[in-house]
T-cell receptor
Framework: NAGVTQTPKFQVLKTGQSMTLQCAQD?????MYWYRQDPGMGLRLIYY???????DKGEVPNGYNVSRLNKREFSLRLESAAPSQTSVYFC??????????FGPGTRLTVL | GQQLNQSPQSMFIQEGEDVSMNCTSS?????WLWYKQDPGEGPVLLIA?????ELTSNGRLTAQFGITRKDSFLNISASIPSDVGIYFC???????????FGTGTRLTIIP
Protein backbone atom coordinates (compact mmCIF):
# COMPACT_ATOMS: atom_id res chain seq x y z
CA ASN A 1 0.00 0.00 0.00
CA ALA A 2 1.96 3.01 -1.30
CA GLY A 3 -0.68 5.66 -0.53
CA VAL A 4 -0.30 8.63 -2.87
CA THR A 5 2.59 8.60 -5.32
CA GLN A 6 3.79 11.42 -7.55
CA THR A 7 6.20 11.55 -10.47
CA PRO A 8 8.58 13.11 -11.15
CA LYS A 9 10.08 14.27 -7.84
CA PHE A 10 12.06 17.07 -9.47
CA GLN A 11 11.76 18.83 -12.82
CA VAL A 12 13.41 21.80 -14.49
CA LEU A 13 11.68 23.34 -17.50
CA LYS A 14 12.37 26.23 -19.80
CA THR A 15 9.71 28.88 -20.29
CA GLY A 16 7.17 27.68 -22.85
CA GLN A 17 7.83 23.98 -22.41
CA SER A 18 5.02 21.64 -21.47
CA MET A 19 4.88 18.76 -19.03
CA THR A 20 2.49 16.53 -17.14
CA LEU A 21 2.73 15.74 -13.45
CA GLN A 22 1.43 12.31 -12.56
CA CYS A 23 -0.40 11.27 -9.41
CA ALA A 24 -1.79 7.91 -8.37
CA GLN A 25 -3.46 6.60 -5.22
CA ASP A 26 -4.13 3.04 -4.16
CA UNK A 27 -6.61 3.74 -1.35
CA UNK A 28 -9.75 3.61 -3.53
CA UNK A 29 -10.52 7.25 -2.72
CA UNK A 30 -13.15 9.09 -4.71
CA UNK A 31 -11.69 12.58 -4.43
CA MET A 32 -8.32 13.80 -5.65
CA TYR A 33 -6.68 17.22 -5.50
CA TRP A 34 -3.76 19.22 -6.88
CA TYR A 35 -2.16 21.95 -4.75
CA ARG A 36 0.78 24.24 -5.19
CA GLN A 37 2.91 25.43 -2.28
CA ASP A 38 4.89 28.65 -2.42
CA PRO A 39 6.92 30.20 0.41
CA GLY A 40 4.68 32.09 2.81
CA MET A 41 1.54 31.16 0.88
CA GLY A 42 0.62 27.83 2.37
CA LEU A 43 -1.19 25.36 0.12
CA ARG A 44 -3.41 26.65 -2.65
CA LEU A 45 -5.84 24.42 -4.53
CA ILE A 46 -5.36 24.30 -8.29
CA TYR A 47 -7.96 21.72 -9.35
CA TYR A 48 -9.85 18.90 -7.75
CA UNK A 49 -11.89 15.90 -8.80
CA UNK A 50 -14.75 14.80 -6.55
CA UNK A 51 -15.21 11.56 -8.48
CA UNK A 52 -14.02 9.76 -11.57
CA UNK A 53 -15.03 11.73 -14.65
CA UNK A 54 -15.46 15.10 -12.92
CA UNK A 55 -13.03 17.97 -12.38
CA ASP A 56 -13.48 21.45 -10.91
CA LYS A 57 -11.37 24.56 -10.61
CA GLY A 58 -9.81 25.53 -7.34
CA GLU A 59 -8.30 28.82 -6.23
CA VAL A 60 -5.48 29.12 -8.80
CA PRO A 61 -6.39 27.15 -11.98
CA ASN A 62 -4.99 29.49 -14.64
CA GLY A 63 -2.22 27.94 -16.72
CA TYR A 64 -3.10 24.36 -15.74
CA ASN A 65 -5.27 21.53 -17.02
CA VAL A 66 -6.15 18.25 -15.33
CA SER A 67 -7.33 14.80 -16.30
CA ARG A 68 -8.96 12.26 -14.04
CA LEU A 69 -7.85 9.28 -16.05
CA ASN A 70 -9.56 6.72 -13.81
CA LYS A 71 -10.30 6.37 -10.12
CA ARG A 72 -6.62 5.92 -9.26
CA GLU A 73 -4.95 8.59 -11.39
CA PHE A 74 -5.19 12.37 -11.58
CA SER A 75 -2.71 14.26 -13.77
CA LEU A 76 -1.81 17.94 -13.91
CA ARG A 77 -0.60 19.48 -17.18
CA LEU A 78 1.27 22.69 -17.80
CA GLU A 79 0.83 23.52 -21.49
CA SER A 80 3.26 26.43 -21.63
CA ALA A 81 5.30 26.74 -18.46
CA ALA A 82 6.04 30.18 -17.00
CA PRO A 83 8.51 31.19 -14.24
CA SER A 84 5.50 32.02 -12.02
CA GLN A 85 4.70 28.31 -12.00
CA THR A 86 7.92 27.50 -10.17
CA SER A 87 6.61 25.82 -7.04
CA VAL A 88 6.20 22.57 -5.17
CA TYR A 89 3.15 20.63 -6.36
CA PHE A 90 1.27 18.24 -4.11
CA CYS A 91 -1.37 15.73 -5.03
CA UNK A 92 -3.83 14.51 -2.39
CA UNK A 93 -6.72 12.08 -2.19
CA UNK A 94 -9.55 11.48 0.25
CA UNK A 95 -12.79 9.70 1.04
CA UNK A 96 -14.07 12.80 2.76
CA UNK A 97 -12.81 16.36 2.75
CA UNK A 98 -11.22 16.13 6.16
CA UNK A 99 -8.96 13.13 5.71
CA UNK A 100 -6.83 14.19 2.77
CA UNK A 101 -3.66 12.15 2.25
CA PHE A 102 -0.82 13.89 0.49
CA GLY A 103 1.89 12.66 -1.84
CA PRO A 104 5.58 13.55 -1.43
CA GLY A 105 5.46 16.44 -3.89
CA THR A 106 7.05 17.47 -7.20
CA ARG A 107 9.55 20.31 -7.12
CA LEU A 108 9.26 22.26 -10.36
CA THR A 109 11.56 25.03 -11.52
CA VAL A 110 10.76 27.03 -14.64
CA LEU A 111 13.68 29.02 -16.04
CA GLY B 1 -9.18 33.22 -2.33
CA GLN B 2 -9.52 32.98 1.42
CA GLN B 3 -6.62 31.82 3.52
CA LEU B 4 -6.54 31.31 7.22
CA ASN B 5 -4.23 33.41 9.36
CA GLN B 6 -1.83 31.43 11.51
CA SER B 7 0.36 32.82 14.23
CA PRO B 8 3.10 32.91 14.94
CA GLN B 9 4.65 32.53 11.49
CA SER B 10 7.73 30.95 13.05
CA MET B 11 8.90 29.77 16.44
CA PHE B 12 12.34 29.05 17.82
CA ILE B 13 12.22 27.04 21.00
CA GLN B 14 14.42 24.79 23.10
CA GLU B 15 13.81 21.08 23.41
CA GLY B 16 11.41 20.35 26.24
CA GLU B 17 9.46 23.59 25.94
CA ASP B 18 5.73 23.71 25.31
CA VAL B 19 4.43 25.23 22.07
CA SER B 20 1.21 27.08 21.32
CA MET B 21 -0.06 28.26 17.96
CA ASN B 22 -3.39 29.40 16.61
CA CYS B 23 -5.40 29.86 13.47
CA THR B 24 -8.12 32.42 12.78
CA SER B 25 -10.66 32.91 10.03
CA SER B 26 -13.09 35.61 8.98
CA UNK B 27 -15.75 32.96 8.34
CA UNK B 28 -16.92 29.91 10.24
CA UNK B 29 -15.99 26.30 9.58
CA UNK B 30 -17.64 23.06 10.62
CA UNK B 31 -14.36 21.16 10.69
CA TRP B 32 -10.89 22.21 11.74
CA LEU B 33 -7.82 20.17 10.89
CA TRP B 34 -4.16 20.36 11.83
CA TYR B 35 -1.43 19.02 9.54
CA LYS B 36 2.33 18.76 9.95
CA GLN B 37 4.79 18.95 7.08
CA ASP B 38 8.30 17.57 7.53
CA PRO B 39 11.05 19.04 5.34
CA GLY B 40 10.80 17.66 1.80
CA GLU B 41 7.58 15.78 2.49
CA GLY B 42 3.85 16.24 2.03
CA PRO B 43 1.56 17.32 4.91
CA VAL B 44 0.34 14.63 7.31
CA LEU B 45 -2.93 14.90 9.24
CA LEU B 46 -2.40 15.23 13.01
CA ILE B 47 -5.80 16.05 14.48
CA ALA B 48 -9.35 16.59 13.20
CA UNK B 49 -11.97 18.59 15.14
CA UNK B 50 -15.68 18.43 14.36
CA UNK B 51 -17.53 20.31 17.11
CA UNK B 52 -17.27 23.84 18.51
CA UNK B 53 -15.48 23.73 21.85
CA GLU B 54 -14.07 20.26 21.20
CA LEU B 55 -10.67 19.47 22.73
CA THR B 56 -8.80 16.55 21.17
CA SER B 57 -5.41 15.05 21.95
CA ASN B 58 -2.97 12.97 19.93
CA GLY B 59 -0.05 12.06 22.18
CA ARG B 60 1.71 15.28 23.17
CA LEU B 61 -0.47 17.31 20.81
CA THR B 62 -3.75 18.92 21.88
CA ALA B 63 -6.01 20.92 19.61
CA GLN B 64 -9.17 22.89 20.28
CA PHE B 65 -12.07 23.95 18.05
CA GLY B 66 -12.89 27.54 19.00
CA ILE B 67 -16.36 28.36 20.35
CA THR B 68 -16.95 30.95 17.65
CA ARG B 69 -16.09 28.38 14.94
CA LYS B 70 -13.68 30.98 13.54
CA ASP B 71 -10.53 29.79 15.26
CA SER B 72 -8.55 26.80 16.42
CA PHE B 73 -5.53 26.21 18.61
CA LEU B 74 -2.73 23.64 18.71
CA ASN B 75 -0.49 22.94 21.67
CA ILE B 76 2.57 20.69 21.77
CA SER B 77 3.88 19.70 25.17
CA ALA B 78 7.50 18.89 25.98
CA SER B 79 8.81 19.41 22.45
CA ILE B 80 11.32 16.97 20.97
CA PRO B 81 13.58 17.28 17.88
CA SER B 82 11.18 15.40 15.61
CA ASP B 83 8.54 18.10 16.19
CA VAL B 84 10.48 20.34 13.79
CA GLY B 85 8.49 21.20 10.68
CA ILE B 86 5.67 23.38 9.43
CA TYR B 87 2.24 23.12 11.05
CA PHE B 88 -0.81 23.99 8.96
CA CYS B 89 -4.36 24.49 10.03
CA UNK B 90 -7.19 23.86 7.58
CA UNK B 91 -10.92 24.51 7.64
CA UNK B 92 -13.74 22.67 5.92
CA UNK B 93 -17.50 22.85 5.67
CA UNK B 94 -20.01 20.04 5.14
CA UNK B 95 -20.78 19.39 1.52
CA UNK B 96 -17.77 21.33 0.31
CA UNK B 97 -15.01 19.23 -1.22
CA UNK B 98 -12.36 21.86 -0.62
CA UNK B 99 -10.11 22.61 2.34
CA UNK B 100 -8.89 26.11 3.13
CA PHE B 101 -5.35 26.07 4.47
CA GLY B 102 -3.54 28.45 6.76
CA THR B 103 -0.18 29.98 5.91
CA GLY B 104 1.69 27.74 8.32
CA THR B 105 3.77 28.02 11.50
CA ARG B 106 7.39 26.93 11.12
CA LEU B 107 8.76 25.30 14.28
CA THR B 108 12.50 25.17 14.87
CA ILE B 109 14.12 23.59 17.91
CA ILE B 110 17.33 25.19 19.10
CA PRO B 111 19.89 22.68 20.38
Amino acid sequence: NAGVTQTPKFQVLKTGQSMTLQCAQDMNHNSMYWYRQDPGMGLRLIYYSASEGTTDKGEVPNGYNVSRLNKREFSLRLESAAPSQTSVYFCASSWATDTQYFGPGTRLTVL
Amino acid sequence: GQQLNQSPQSMFIQEGEDVSMNCTSSSIFNTWLWYKQDPGEGPVLLIALYKAGELTSNGRLTAQFGITRKDSFLNISASIPSDVGIYFCAGANFGNEKLTFGTGTRLTIIP
